[in-house]
C-alpha cells in the first residue's frame, strides 16, 4: 500500500529538513557537546547539591556527646573532688603500712588487729607532733606579745651594733602599741579568724578520720580485695597484678620507713643541739625539723630550719648562728653517712624528680598533693625499674659513673703503681 501524500511523515532523529544543510563548525561535535551538557545537567541536578555528607551527622553526634560527657564528668570531680583525694591518700597509706601488717600476720596476728594497732602508732605520733608545734608557736607568741618591748628594744640593739644603722627603739615600740597601726590591726584580724580556725580544725580532724578508716578497711580486707580483682582475670594476668601489688607496697613502703627513720635521726641530732643551747621546746622543734626535712623534698631542709633559728634569734643571733651551722653540717651528714645506707634496701628518689613530682602534686590537687606525689613517684620509679629487658651497657666515658670515694680510692692505686 503506498503511502498517503497528505499525512506528514515524522523525521528520524538524525534527519535533516530539506535544504537545511549543517551548521557551520556543526556536525558530529556538536552533537557530542550537546550530549555531555545533559549528561552534566542530569549529574548536578539540585537534589544532589542539597544532599550532605554522611559523615557529618555522626560528627555532630561525637561532638555533643563527648562535649556532655566532658561537662558531666567535670561537674562530678567538682562535687566527688575531695572524696577522690581522700581515698587516693587513703590506698598510698595503706600500701605504705600493708608490709608491716603481712609480718604481723604471718607470726599469728589478725589482720584487723594488726591495721589498728600500726594506725594508732601513726595517728597518736602525728597528735603529737600536731601539738607540740601547735603549744611551741601558740607560747612563743604570747611571749612575745608579753614582752614585745624588751624583744624590740634587744633587737634594735643588735642590729645598729652589727650594721652601724641608728634606728630608734622607741619609735619603734609605739608604732607596734598604735591601736590604729598595722600591727595591732593585724592581731585584731586574727582574732576575729579564731572561729574560723576553729571550724576548720574540725574538718581537718573529720578527714584525718576518714582517712584512717578507709586506710583499716583496705588494708584488714585486703586478701578479700585482692581475691575479688584476680576472680575477674585469667591466671595469667593475675599473677602480673598481683607482683605488681606487691612491688609497689614493697617499694613504697620502703620509701616511706627509709623517710621515717632519717627523720627519727634527724630529731635526735637536732634535739641535743637545741637542748645543749637552752632553746625553748627543744623536742617540739627537733620533730618539726626531722618531719619537714625528709618529706617536703629539696627545700624541706631550709624551710624546716626557719623556725628553729628565729625563735633562737629572738634571744640570741650568736645561739640561731649556731643552730644555722648544725642544721647545715647536719644535712651534709645525713647526705653522705645516712642516706646512702638506709636507702639501700629501699628506693631512693633523686631530688629533681621529688621536687619536680612535688611542684606537679601541689599544682594539680594542693599541699595534699604535694606530699601525696613524694609516694606515687616512688611507686611509679618502683614500676617502671622492673618493667622492660635489661641489656648491659657498652663501655664509654658518657655512661661511666664514678663515685667519690671509689673514684678517690682508684686515683690513690693509680698513683702508688707508678
Known amino acids: 500500500m503506498s503511502p498517503d501524500p497528505d499525512v506528514p511523515r515524522a523525521e528520524s532523529p538524525g534527519a535533516v529538513a530539506p535544504g537545511a544543510g549543517p551548521a557551520p563548525g556543526g556536525g558530529a561535535g556538536q552533537e557530542e557537546t550537546a550530549t555531555e551538557v545533559v549528561t552534566e545537567d542530569v549529574l548536578e541536578s539540585p537534589a544532589e547539591e542539597r544532599r550532605m555528607p554522611r559523615w557529618v551527622l555522626p560528627a555532630v553526634a561525637v561532638f555533643w556527646v563527648g562535649f556532655l560527657l566532658a561537662q558531666s564528668l567535670r561537674f562530678l570531680w567538682g562535687k566527688l573532688n575531695g572524696l577522690v583525694i581522700l581515698i587516693a591518700i587513703s590506698l598510698f597509706l595503706a600500701l605504705a603500712i600493708e608490709p608491716g601488717v603481712n609480718r604481723l600476720a604471718r607470726r599469728g596476728w589478725r589482720r584487723g588487729t594488726a591495721t589498728g594497732l600500726i594506725l594508732f602508732g601513726v595517728l597518736a605520733l602525728f597528735l603529737v607532733f600536731v601539738g607540740a608545734i601547735g603549744t611551741l608557736v601558740g607560747t612563743q607568741i604570747a611571749d612575745l606579745l608579753e614582752n614585745s618591748e624588751e624583744y624590740i628594744t634587744d633587737t634594735v640593739r643588735t642590729i645598729n651594733d652589727t650594721f652601724g644603722t641608728n634606728l630608734n627603739a622607741q619609735e619603734i615600740i609605739e608604732e607596734f ?5 598595722a600591727v595591732q590591726e593585724f592581731i585584731r584580724d586574727q582574732r576575729d ?20 578508716l578507709f586506710t583499716f578497711y583496705l588494708v584488714a580486707d585486703g586478701p578479700k580485695l585482692r581475691r575479688a580483682i584476680c576472680s575477674r582475670l ?12 606487691e612491688l609497689a607496697a614493697d617499694k613504697t613502703g620502703g620509701y616511706l620507713y627509709s623517710r621515717a627513720l632519717l627523720a627519727l635521726l634527724s630529731a635526735v641530732f637536732h634535739w641535743i643541739v637545741f637542748q645543749s643551747l637552752g632553746t625553748a621546746a627543744p623536742v617540739a622543734l627537733a620533730l618539726w625539723v626531722g618531719i619537714v626535712s625528709q618529706f617536703l623534698p629539696v627545700v624541706g631542709t631550709y624551710l624546716a630550719g626557719v623556725l628553729p633559728v628565729l625563735l633562737t634569734f629572738l634571744d640570741s643571733p650568736l645561739r640561731a648562728a649556731i643552730v644555722l651551722g648544725a642544721i647545715v653540717l647536719y644535712q651534709q651528714v645525713e647526705n653522705y653517712v645516712f642516706a646512702p645506707r638506709i636507702t639501700a634496701r629501699t628506693m631512693e628518689l633523686h631530688p629533681a624528680l621529688a621536687f619536680g613530682a612535688a611542684l606537679g602534686g601541689a599544682a594539680v590537687l594542693g599541699p595534699s598533693g604535694a606530699i601525696l606525689a613524694l609516694p606515687v613517684a616512688a611507686m611509679a620509679q618502683a614500676l617502671l625499674s622492673d618493667w622492660g629487658q635489661r641489656h648491659q651497657v657498652i663501655k664509654d666515658e658518657l655512661v661511666e659513673v664514678r663515685h667519690h670515694r671509689v673514684w678517690k680510692r682508684w686515683q690513690r692505686i693509680q698513683r702508688a703503681q707508678r
Open 177 to 181: 602599741n598604735d591601736p590604729d597601726g
Open 193 to 212: 579568724n579564731a572561729v574560723q580556725l576553729s571550724i576548720d580544725a574540725l574538718g581537718w580532724l573529720l578527714q584525718l578520720l576518714s582517712i584512717l
Open 234 to 245: 585469667t591466671p595469667a594476668h593475675q599473677e602480673r597484678v598481683l607482683r605488681t601489688w
